[in-house]
């Protein structure tokens, strides 16, 4: 899987499970969290769909806003 | 059945310090705190130190010139600081309260307005804060009349002679204790005065109802100690009780939601609030591998509180976790509100929280909830889930427009009156008198209904928006979209609408744009207006919805019909 798959597969997620508008613009380098497009609350579930989805672990202080 | 004797200890105190003062020489090893660290260290805190850390805070507030009767603003993390600069105003008979931490996209500077304001229009004379703060504050409050006071120059070192140090002013129990600031993030925030006396009668009661027993319970929270749930579940009624208390700060458990439950694991806890929010958080985002090996049976309340309460996210919850031991019945709920310290139900002990299933149609007519039988289709069917029953002495009536009692079922405003209810909105008289009435019934503005002594509650405050725990009132956004030349002034309508999903509200947001023609500009405008409604109000708009001229439904007197606005979003866009 290269990078622009990861990404695509990231904001597919982001769009339809955390958005709910999968038709919504999400820029490869928008802020997501400051930008107000997500809340804090959807960082630890982006954490466990990234887990779970590329098979990585992530330390628990590389998660931070 | 209420424990008696903890409801009478209520009686034994005349300032919720006291107890602090008094564990700390009969009991001055035993563990008062624990505060789990976003580094993973902690910080563990005896009776005795929570004790002399306060003295020290008391001291020095005095040597800055604080008197009793001073208003006294905390703005810090969670951290010990916060606990001592909490309880070391109370000492000296000041009156402390906890302005909310700013979260981490919240504009300074408008947050710093906001201290501001408060300061000028309150009279406060300190404001206590973190050094990285202390700067910017003191050049901004210069001149108010206000100290800024850095925990830094606070030696919390415990003295020998602290340990002999009782009170240090001569103090009423009917004096205030300290002040709750309702949320409200623009505009001068309401001061919730609660006394001594109603303070501790609250504490009692609900630790009474609870069983709370100090040797066997340990509470465990991530909840702000500026929301009223979290500074009783965290301070006031555990310290009052000798009860162990577990704590992390909200912004170290949103990003790992595991540790709560590796805390009660740990420490075996055994009650625990939150917002429903977190219940479908906790469900979503906590792996299998961190659940690994855990035994949750010593969990055996667990509050829901503090916004709507969604029968399916108790579900979520117990699906998730009921195969690590989390009992059933502890999936427990209550009620409640700052005018009244925190609680006014809650659910009884060792009963999972009832749930009614009623016709949605009638319901909305907002008269009766209807149970709903076979012939009901299902989508024409809700369910509620029970706030409880009331707390001991605190009588809650549901009544009509006129003021008559309700019977079982009829939708009325939830009043309540109690010997724990607030003395007033802090300066504001005013307030104050438009929510009581003569005979001292408490006008929560909540609807609700009673079905077998259970309390439902079915809306709160009008127009009301709760996200994440978070209260936000409709007009403090369409503001934010008036201040933008791209939409046009006055032509924002803002309101929440359920997220299941979510366990909580969305906000939406339907806005008039000025340029009908400028298609192109749109993905900005929008852009535009979630970053700046995070960096004001440090919440997330749900969905936007930019709209041409005469979208927006406004009554004759040019007041916004937010429900007319709410269905006329759900039908245009809800079914894309």
């Given at each position: 899987?290269?990078?622009?798959?990861?990404?695509?597969?990231?904001?597919?997620y982001?769009?339809?499970?955390?958005?709910?508008?999968?038709?919504?613009?999400?820029?490869?380098?928008?802020?997501?969290?400051?930008?107000?497009?997500?809340?804090?609350?959807?960082?630890?579930?982006?954490?466990?769909?990234?887990?779970?989805?590329?098979?990585?672990?992530?330390?628990?202080?590389?998660l931070?806003? | 059945?209420?424990?008696?004797?903890?409801?009478?200890?209520?009686?034994?105190?005349?300032?919720?310090?006291?107890?602090?003062?008094?564990?700390?020489?009969?009991?001055?090893?035993?563990?008062?705190?624990?505060?789990?660290?976003?580094?993973?260290?902690?910080?563990?805190?005896?009776?005795?130190?929570?004790?002399?850390g306060?003295?020290?805070?008391?001291?020095?507030?005095?040597?800055?010139?604080?008197?009793?009767?001073?208003?006294?603003?905390?703005?810090?993390?969670?951290?010990?600081?916060?606990?001592?600069?909490?309880?070391?105003?109370?000492?000296?008979?000041a009156?402390?309260?906890?302005?909310?931490?700013?979260?981490?996209?919240?504009?300074?500077?408008l947050?710093?307005?906001?201290?501001?304001?408060?300061?000028?229009?309150?009279?406060?004379?300190a404001?206590?804060?973190?050094?990285?703060?202390?700067?910017?504050?003191?050049?901004l409050?210069?001149?108010?009349?206000?100290?800024?006071?850095?925990?830094?120059?606070?030696?919390?070192?415990p003295?020998?002679?602290?340990?002999?140090?009782?009170?240090?002013?001569?103090?009423?129990?009917?004096?205030?204790?300290?002040i709750?600031?309702?949320?409200g993030?623009?505009?001068?925030?309401?001061?919730?005065?609660?006394?001594?006396?109603?303070?501790?009668?609250?504490?009692?009661?609900?630790?009474a109802?609870?069983?709370?027993?100090?040797e066997?319970?340990?509470?465990?929270?991530?909840?702000?100690?500026?929301?009223?749930?979290?500074?009783?579940?965290?301070?006031?009624?555990?310290?009052?009780?000798?009860?162990?208390?577990?704590?992390?700060?909200?912004?170290?458990?949103?990003?790992?939601?595991?540790?709560?439950?590796?805390?009660?694991?740990?420490?075996?806890?055994?009650l625990?609030w939150?917002?429903?929010?977190?219940?479908?958080?906790?469900?979503?985002?906590?792996?299998?591998s961190?659940?690994?090996?855990?035994?949750?049976?010593?969990?055996?309340?667990?509050?829901?509180?503090?916004?709507?309460?969604?029968?399916?996210?108790?579900?979520?919850?117990?699906?998730?976790?009921?195969?690590?031991?989390?009992?059933?019945?502890s999936?427990?709920?209550?009620?409640?509100?700052?005018?009244?310290?925190?609680?006014?139900?809650?659910?009884?002990?060792?009963?999972?929280?009832p749930?009614?299933?009623?016709?949605?149609?009638?319901?909305?007519?907002?008269e009766?909830?209807?149970p709903?039988?076979?012939?009901?289709?299902?989508?024409?069917?809700?369910?509620?889930?029970?706030?409880?029953?009331?707390?001991?002495?605190?009588?809650?009536?549901i009544?009509?427009?006129?003021?008559?009692?309700?019977?079982?079922?009829?939708?009325?405003?939830?009043?309540?009156?109690?010997?724990?209810?607030?003395?007033?909105?802090?300066?504001?008289?005013?307030?104050?008198?438009?929510?009581?009435?003569?005979?001292?019934?408490?006008?929560?503005?909540?609807?609700?209904?009673?079905?077998?002594?259970?309390?439902?509650?079915i809306?709160?405050?009008?127009?009301?928006?709760?996200?994440?725990?978070?209260?936000?009132?409709p007009?403090?956004?369409?503001?934010?979209?008036?201040?933008?030349?791209?939409?046009?002034?006055?032509?924002?309508?803002?309101?929440?609408?359920?997220?299941?999903?979510m366990?909580?509200?969305?906000?939406?947001?339907?806005?008039?744009?000025?340029?009908?023609?400028a298609?192109?500009?749109?993905?900005?405008?929008?852009?535009?207006?979630?970053?700046?409604?995070?960096?004001?109000?440090?919440?997330?708009?749900?969905?936007v919805?930019?709209?041409?001229?005469?979208?927006?439904?406004?009554?004759?007197?040019?007041?916004?019909?937010?429900?007319?606005?709410?269905?006329k979003?759900?039908?245009?866009?809800?079914?894309?």
């Open positions: 899987m290269d990078r622009s798959e990861v990404a695509e597969k990231l904001k597919t982001i769009k339809t499970e955390l958005l709910n508008n999968p038709d919504y613009a999400l820029g490869d380098d928008e802020p997501l969290i400051s930008g107000g497009l997500l809340n804090s609350f959807a960082l630890a579930q982006i954490g466990v769909f990234v887990e779970e989805e590329f098979d990585v672990y992530i330390p628990d202080d590389e931070s806003v | 059945m209420v424990n008696e004797q903890t409801l009478a200890q209520a009686k034994d105190y005349t300032t919720i310090v006291q107890p602090i003062i008094e564990r700390a020489r009969t009991d001055p090893q035993r563990v008062s705190l624990v505060i789990l660290q976003g580094d993973g260290s902690r910080t563990t805190v005896t009776a005795a130190e929570l004790h002399a306060s003295v020290a805070y008391a001291l020095a507030l005095q040597a800055y010139g604080i008197h009793q009767g001073d208003h006294v603003v905390l703005v810090m993390g969670h951290d010990l600081p916060l606990f001592y600069s909490f309880l070391g105003p109370m000492y000296i008979g009156v402390p309260s906890i302005f909310p931490y700013p979260t981490p996209n919240l504009d300074l500077t947050y710093f307005e906001r201290v501001q304001q408060l300061v000028t229009h309150y009279g406060v004379r404001v206590i804060t973190e050094p990285r703060y202390l700067d910017q504050l003191a050049s409050l210069a001149g108010t009349g206000c100290q800024v006071i850095s925990t830094d120059s606070i030696d919390a070192t003295q020998p002679e602290y340990a002999e140090t009782g009170l240090l002013a001569e103090i009423d129990e009917h004096d205030l204790a300290f709750q600031h309702t949320s993030t623009t505009g001068v925030p309401k001061g919730v005065g609660l006394s001594h006396r109603a303070v501790l009668n609250h504490v009692f009661a609900c630790a109802f609870l069983h709370l027993d100090p066997e319970d340990v509470c465990v929270s991530w909840l702000p100690l500026y929301h009223d749930m979290g500074l009783t579940g965290t301070i006031l009624m555990v310290f009052a009780t000798g009860t162990l208390s577990v704590t992390m700060s909200p912004f170290t458990w949103v990003r790992r939601p595991k540790l709560l439950f590796e805390a009660i694991n740990e420490f075996r806890g055994s625990s939150m917002p429903n929010f977190a219940y479908n958080l906790s469900a979503k985002a906590v792996r299998d961190d659940l690994e090996g855990m035994d949750l049976s010593c969990w055996r309340y667990l509050l829901n509180g503090s916004e709507p309460l969604l029968h399916t996210s108790h579900e979520a919850f117990i699906k998730r976790f009921g195969p690590y031991g989390f009992p059933n019945e999936l427990n709920s209550g009620y409640g509100l700052a005018e009244n310290l925190v609680a006014v139900t809650l659910c009884p002990l060792y009963e999972r929280a749930e009614d299933t009623v016709v949605k149609s009638v319901l909305q007519e907002g009766h909830a209807v709903a039988d076979e012939t009901t289709p299902a989508e024409d069917t809700t369910t509620l889930v029970s706030s409880g029953v009331p707390i001991p002495n605190c009588e809650v009536r009544v009509d427009e006129q003021g008559n009692d309700q019977p079982d079922r009829a939708i009325g405003e939830i009043i309540i009156r109690s010997d724990t209810l607030f003395e007033g909105y802090y300066e504001r008289p005013d307030l104050t008198a438009e929510v009581f009435d003569e005979d001292g019934w408490f006008y929560t503005g909540d609807l609700g209904y009673f079905v077998e002594g259970h309390l439902y509650v809306g709160r405050e009008k127009d009301l928006i709760i996200v994440g725990g978070k209260n936000i009132y007009h403090e956004l369409e503001i934010i979209a008036d201040s933008m030349r791209t939409l046009k002034p006055g032509r924002s309508v803002a309101f929440g609408v359920d997220d299941t999903a366990g909580t509200e969305q906000i939406v947001m339907v806005c008039e744009v000025t340029d009908p023609e298609v192109d500009a749109l993905p900005e405008i929008e852009r535009e207006l979630r970053r700046r409604v995070t960096q004001a109000l440090g919440v997330t708009i749900g969905d919805r930019l709209v041409n001229d005469r979208w927006v439904i406004k009554t004759p007197s040019g007041k916004f019909a937010r429900n007319d606005n709410r269905r979003y759900f039908a245009e866009f809800a079914a894309e």
